[in-house]
């Protein structure tokens, strides 16, 4: 069993940066691909970000060149930079791990509860 626990975010003004990081704990993090992934009310959950164990990864369209994916695995931890954020990136955003990267959620086997970020205008 993996347990992963977000944290980091929090409400910003438009053109701000927030780093969410995820940690996990549990059951051994090597080998994992890990992802990010946002939910706004009302809407359905939205693939963000990805990188695999060799720290290959892949990014929205919508926030490439804004996001950017990290894992330092002997942490056990993989990073979300948020630069350039848009208020219509305020989602709850979670952290999830599973043995391939893919933009489904389906892939991931282990979530998190999530951290809010709020963007205001």
């Known amino acids: 069993q993996v347990q992963l626990v977000e944290s980091g975010g929090g409400l910003v003004q438009a053109g701000g940066s927030l780093r969410l990081s995820c940690a996990s704990s549990g059951r051994t993090f090597s080998g994992y691909a890990m992802g990010w992934f946002r939910q706004a009310p009302g809407k359905e959950r939205e693939f963000v970000a990805a990188i695999r164990w060799s720290g290959g990864s892949t990014v929205h369209a919508s926030v490439k060149g804004r996001f950017t994916i990290s894992r330092d695995n002997a942490k056990n931890t993989v990073y979300l930079q948020m630069n350039s954020l848009k208020p219509e990136d305020t989602a709850v955003y979670l952290c999830?791990?599973?043995?391939?990267?893919?933009?489904?959620?389906?892939?991931?086997?282990?979530w998190g509860l999530g951290t809010q970020v709020t963007v205001s205008s």
């Open positions: 999830a791990a599973g043995p391939s990267t893919g933009i489904s959620s389906i892939r991931y086997d282990y």
